[in-house]
């Protein structure tokens, strides 16, 4: 009576594959909203902060400045 019907593994499996088709989409729109909101452009405004501070204090030249402003731009 409470023994294991052999149609419950079908169920036990298409249950699984559901976990997994929805976890993947999931997976999947966050990446995609990390890659389209521009977050890298943080990472270089602050890049480009650190390196006026630097140009303004003298710790480099223009021409390093200018080198390495070109850098951070592509």
Known sequence: ???WDPG???IVLMLLMMALFWGGTILLIIWGVRQFTGSSGQR???ALEILEERYAR???DREEFESRRQDLRR
Do not use: H
């Open 1 to 3: 009576m409470w023994g």
């Open 8 to 10: 419950a593994g079908w």
């Open 44 to 46: 270089d405004s602050r």
């Open 58 to 60: 003298g710790d480099i």
